[in-house]
């Protein structure tokens, strides 16, 4: 089995057959032509994978007896490899969704206008052709049976057709006025595009504002999109919980996570801000949080800890 493991190695995309990510990139390390910069960069994923994945930088330079400047360039010839070398061919036969907003909001002279994309609800009518063949049975003096049960049949067709009809008129309303509601909710986000000026807003309020069921709004929110100035967005994304700022006002848990998201982005790379040092800036700029919290909402951005986020 190794044997035969070890011929697939020489196949290409270099990397295939690897049974871990450590081989996959050793793998085509090995394939490359040496230099010192990829002689190194094979040792440290050979015999230092798991000090370099968790980005214990120090201990690498002291374990090879190398500067940073010489691991700053093997980690380079690393981060050009390709950890998933049979993704090219997997991905030929994917098949992409395009999303087709339900709603599309406008700034026309400063004011936002709303529209509801028809696309997928067709103007609907009953075909005249029934009509006119119930209204022809109709004016039969001498009706049979079987004529008799064509009209109720037909009826009943046609009083069904003007129920879905009117259903969908009804549905095509009651999505308008909740978006309507969610957009003037959130008019100040709308005109300017910025996510700090979110506001608090949880199914409820929109609910008790338009004067229907939490589980309407829930169903336009969970599964519509809109298409904004700012790009098509999932309406679920505009609702957020609530907190208190230093000031006593009630902020967006959405302002928290981008007020979080720019500290990062502008932090210090070569030292990492950890969670309590997070905590303790947001502090500073008036939202008193845990550090816990910043936890949470840097998992739920998807942004790594302190360590992990490090680069020479």
């Known amino acids: 089995m190794e044997k035969v493991l070890k011929i697939v190695h020489q196949l290409d995309p270099a990397g295939v057959g690897a049974r871990n990510l450590q081989e996959c990139l050793s793998i085509q390390l090995h394939r490359k032509d040496q230099n010192p910069d990829i002689e190194l960069a094979c040792d440290i994923i050979d015999k230092a994978f798991e000090q370099f994945t968790k980005k214990h ?9 190398i500067d940073e400047e010489q691991l700053k360039d093997a980690i380079h010839e690393i981060e050009r490899l390709n950890p998933k070398p049979g993704g090219s061919y997997a991905g030929n036969n994917k098949i992409v969704e395009h999303i087709v907003p339900d709603f599309a909001i406008k700034i026309v002279d ?20 029934y009509s006119n063949m119930l209204k022809g049975y109709k004016d039969t ?15 009943q067709k046609l009083d ?46 929109i609910a008790d504002e338009i004067d229907m069921d939490v589980s ?5 929110a969970n599964s519509k999109y809109v298409d904004t100035p700012y790009g098509t967005k999932l309406i679920k994304e505009f ?38 040092a997070l905590a303790k800036i947001l502090k500073e700029k008036g939202y008193p949080i845990a550090r816990r919290t910043v936890a949470k909402y840097r998992e739920q951005l998807d942004i790594p800890v302190a360590r992990l986020r490090k680069e020479l």
């Open 57 to 65: 930088y120090i201990k690498l330079m002291q374990k090879f007896n």
């Open 110 to 129: 400063g004011e936002l206008e709303l529209t509801l994309n028809g696309r997928n609800a067709p103007e609907l009518h009953v075909s005249r052709e």
């Open 141 to 155: 003096k001498e009706k049979s049976k079987a004529q008799k049960d064509a009209v109720l049949f037909i009826k």
């Open 160 to 205: 069904a057709a003007k129920w879905f009809i009117e259903a969908v008129r009804q549905r095509q309303q009651t999505l308008f006025v909740t978006m309507s509601a969610i957009m003037y909710y959130q008019e100040e986000y709308f005109l300017t595009g910025d996510e700090r000026k979110l506001r608090p807003m949880i199914l409820k309020d």
């Open 216 to 220: 309407t709004v829930s169903r336009v």
């Open 239 to 276: 609702f957020s919980e609530s907190m208190t700022n230093d000031q006593g006002e009630e902020v967006s848990t959405r302002e928290i996570k981008k007020i979080l998201e720019t500290v990062i982005e502008e932090e210090n790379k070569k030292k990492p801000l950890t969670d309590d």
